[in-house]
């Protein structure tokens, strides 16, 4: 009877901490640059940015008003050695008051996951009038693995 017992449970236990495990969050992350582009997007962008070159390209300095560091220190931030930067840019949203935040990423077997929250203007909010698009770009632990991205919604 015993043996039953174990041959049930054991896997299950094994199936609930590898189900647990997945979930955690990878090493920190950092953010790099946050901020609102002038430039319209039609449609958002989610970024694996893998060199300094393509950093510059996302982070177009005349287009955007990013971290007060600007381009050239965020670049200088990231050690692309060792890390990576994943970004979230929104579509183009009618006042400034909305935004975007990267708030974890986490493993899901193989897939890494970006977890992000849009946040939209409150009631009764003063918002500037002139549409921006936000961003959110964080450094992470540089991996080979997949990644998805996933916006978390609720309170």
């Not at 901490?17 to 039609?42: E, I, N, Q, W, Y």
């Not at 632990?141 to 916006?151: D, G, K, S, V, Y």
Request: positive net charge; proline residues 6%.
């Amino acid at each position: 009877m015993a043996s039953l017992a174990a041959r049930v449970i054991l896997p299950w236990l094994l199936a609930a901490a590898c189900a647990a495990a997945s979930a955690a969050p990878t090493a920190s992350l950092r953010h790099v640059a946050k901020g609102m582009s002038s430039d319209a997007t039609g449609g958002n962008a989610f970024l694996v940015i893998h060199t300094a070159d393509d950093l510059a390209t996302a982070l177009n300095p005349t287009a955007s008003r990013a971290a007060a560091r600007g381009a050239g220190g965020v670049q200088a931030s990231v050690d692309f050695d060792k890390e990576i930067v994943v970004g979230v840019m929104l579509s183009t949203r009618p006042t400034g008051c909305a935004g975007v935040d990267i708030t974890a990423v986490t493993q899901d077997g193989i897939v890494s996951v970006v977890h992000y929250r849009a946040s939209r203007p409150r009631k009764g909010e003063a918002c500037q009038g002139r549409p921006y698009s936000p961003f959110d770009f964080v450094a992470i632990a540089r991996t080979n693995a997949p990644f998805r991205f996933t916006e978390d919604t609720g309170p």
